[in-house]
DNA sequence: ACAAAAGTGTTGTTTTTACACCCATGC
DNA sequence: GCATGGGTGTAAAAACAACACTTTTGT
């Protein structure tokens, strides 16, 4: 096979940012490392890229490999590269956020791997520059979030509309006004009524809310404005 | 030195979509490829990751070696990794665009190197994926420009808002009126009128402008809003 | 005087916000 | 019957879009 030459070659990682929603709270799922350097700390879930494989490919076995899931939603958003980023050798890495609806996590496998959930407001001291990669990720999320109705990813098939603005409140970490909230969300027309409620929360109930999802795929390029003010938030 | 055993390492170059605009279009910057395969096709500005650099360091030594131009407005913004998407050998390229004021630029280097600007809109064959990612690169722009004020960086220090407004109807291929563009602009409060005015484009003449810097830096990062129905774009 | 482009004013419409109030239910 | 969220109504404010009209100046 042909080759370029006089060209140094570099390992290339894969690292997800995996963010969970349990109803409450952001969740981030994390593992401890196995090996030496900086073993016992906390990592995000990373793999090296293959020679068959596209980073997509890397990402998404990766994913599978540690959480059992296949077909999550998942964006690049950044490649970390500063030569010494990683002491044992140098190392790139393309970063991804997935998110995930933490009730379809299988517990036994977080036993396995020694993955653990972590609030997203109280991690860990993590290795490398992975710190780093959470902080962008939680700014590309909010980025995103605040104009594509991706945080859906986040939730079971059926949800309410309070449990979707607190996850939205956790993004933003900030409070909305729940009837404008509601409003909005129901004018986009992506919701379908369920016939049955959540009565956890309160006495009244909350009716549940499936996506509708060829509306959901025709609106998801459209600006879509479910936060107030986002200007704020950038 | 240390090394992480049992992984294979891969060629990472990066590739600069150049944008420039030179009063009336939009254009791009391509070099004619000096070596095979697909010799004297059009490519991007491009080149290798050295091991010393990080992949923002690499591709503003790969922008200054081809133009000449230091600290130049740039944004990574994908990794393109198919495996056989270079057939020499596994490459993979981090992709970065970068708007320069077209008339910075030095025409000399361009000769060197087969360099040349080509409309945006009547571009010749590129090799490789090269298509590929000036398509999202224009995407890509279209986004972040419809929210931030990052057109500036392809206009000279001095400019007039219907320059402006023809920069903007080009990377959103449309019209906008004018009367409204210009009063949505001022309001922003990025602007400095100048005493003097550009004659070239109208008898009337229009008053040059200089972005107020200070505001730009506070503004860059809120949304904007100067693009009518962005959703329409998306 | 006229044409051609710059840019200001005006107005009706839509979107957004803020907040009052009613609703359903478990205790 | 009352406390607790859930959800609808309404009205003021702000942002936006559409378009008429004035301004400037080279020919």
């Not at 590309?140 to 409140?169: C, D, G, N, V, W």
């Amino acid at each position: 096979m042909q080759r370029y030459t006089g060209q140094k070659r570099i390992l290339v990682a894969v690292d997800c940012i995996i963010f969970g929603f349990d109803g409450w709270n952001l969740k981030l799922l994390l593992v401890q490392r196995a090996i030496e350097p900086e073993k016992d700390k906390f990592s995000l879930m990373g793999g090296f890229i293959q020679p068959s494989e596209s980073p997509d490919d890397a990402a998404n076995r990766v994913l599978e490999y540690r959480t059992g899931l296949k077909n999550v939603y998942m964006d690049q958003f950044h490649v970390f590269g500063k030569p010494e980023r990683d002491p044992v050798e140098r190392t790139l890495s393309i970063a991804y956020y997935a998110l995930i609806d933490i009730h379809q996590y299988e517990k036994q496998i977080n036993d396995e791997f020694h993955a653990e959930w972590f609030l997203l407001n109280d991690l860990p001291e993590l290795i490398f520059d992975h710190a780093e990669m959470v902080k962008l990720a939680k700014k590309q999320l909010m980025y995103k979030a605040a104009l594509h109705p991706i945080l859906f990813q986040l939730l079971p098939e059926k949800f309410t509309i309070p449990q979707l603005q607190s996850l939205y409140e956790g993004v933003f970490q900030t409070q909305f006004d729940d009837r404008n909230f509601s409003r909005k969300l129901l004018s986009t027309g992506l919701l379908v009524k369920q016939p049955e409620k959540d009565k956890q929360s309160s006495k009244k109930g909350a009716f549940y809310y499936k996506l509708d999802q060829s509306q959901y795929k025709e609106n998801f390029e459209s600006f879509l404005n479910l936060v107030p003010n986002p200007d704020k938030f950038f």
